[in-house]
């Protein structure tokens, strides 16, 4: 069954105690990640998704590390290597969409799972 939401756990290559997260323009923060589109896998939408979040990630495995119904629709997160960060947030800058580094505490507060993720906090 194909997901119809993906995200991505992606440990930071250049900062290892950092993972990948994007700052949204409202405030909040995320995982890199969105919507399948049709015909699409989920490791291929994630990738695409990291992208248009202003990451390249290097995935572990096509496959999940995790997934479930999230108001019965599946959810799926994957795992990997972030090794470019596109957009960072400068001193300054008005809001916005950046990249940013999240600490596992952070990623914990955006409502990821982390105990089915593994994350060490």
């Known amino acids: 069954m194909t997901p119809r939401h993906v995200f991505v756990l992606a440990r930071w290559a250049s900062k290892p105690y950092r993972y990948a997260g994007v700052s949204r323009p409202e405030g909040g923060l995320c995982l890199p990640g969105g919507q399948v589109n ?3 896998t989920g490791a291929d939408a994630v990738i695409r998704e990291s992208r248009e979040d202003g990451w390249e990630i290097l995935l572990n495995t ?6 479930q119904l999230v108001a019965g629709k599946l959810v799926a997160w994957y795992g990997g290597i972030a090794v470019k960060q596109r957009h960072p947030r400068r001193k300054g800058d008005q809001k916005g969409t950046y990249t940013i580094g999240l600490k596992p505490s952070q990623i914990v507060s955006v409502g990821v799972i982390s105990d089915k993720l593994g994350i060490p906090l």
């Open 38 to 40: 049709d015909g699409e």
């Open 62 to 67: 096509n496959k999940p590390i995790h997934s």
